[in-house]
């Protein structure tokens, strides 16, 4: 005999009740797992937002650091200096004046300096027009090329020449850094 008796209300009624106690809880779960999900979706768009942020804040710009003539060396570039023009010699205009989507390719040889010394500068196309005698020039990012075994100045694509209000200083005229040849030498190491 069983010791427990229950009535079939009772058990009805349980029966009732378990199912839907497990589809609350399921509801339960299923709420917690969405809200961890928004959070999370939540907490990766803040962290996107912030780099965005970070992206579009201004970087700061260094001040440039100017150097003197004297101081470039053979394969440098990103100098940036204050020099005088003493001379501009043209030297290659090639271009057909009958075409007109075609410009035209100007090339001048301008000797620019300050108070150390010379070296020859390169100057190309729109460059040419502000390179004159006499005139003041910032040459920004230049870089130095090598032609024939000796040193040139030049500003590419990258670079800037800006003209800027005469210099005061004297241009040391006998140290030109193009007149000195320079030599590649391979050494082998032992």
Not at 27 to 46: H, I
């Amino acid at each position: 005999m069983p010791i427990f008796s229950f009535s079939k209300q009772a058990l009805k009624g349980k029966s009732q009740q378990t199912p839907k106690r497990r589809k609350g809880e399921k509801e339960k779960r299923q709420r917690s797992v969405e809200v961890l999900a928004l959070e999370s979706m939540a907490t990766e768009t803040g962290t996107q937002k912030q780099q965005e942020q970070e992206q579009k804040k201004p970087t700061e710009k260094r001040k440039p650091v100017f150097v003197k003539v004297d101081q470039l060396k053979p394969g440098t570039n990103g100098h940036t200096l204050i020099a005088k023009v003493l001379s501009s010699e043209m030297v290659l205009q090639k271009g057909r004046p009958a075409s007109q989507n075609l410009r035209q390719t100007r090339i001048a040889e301008c000797l620019v300096g300050d108070e150390t010394g010379t070296i020859l500068f390169t100057a190309r196309n729109d460059q040419v027009d502000l390179m004159k005698p006499g005139v003041t020039v910032i040459l920004r990012n230049a870089k130095i090329d090598m032609f024939k075994g000796s040193m040139r100045l030049a500003v590419d694509k990258w670079a800037r020449v800006e003209v800027t209000d005469p210099a005061t200083f004297a241009v040391k005229e006998d140290n030109n850094l193009s007149l000195v040849e320079y030599e590649l030498v391979n050494v082998v190491e032992e």
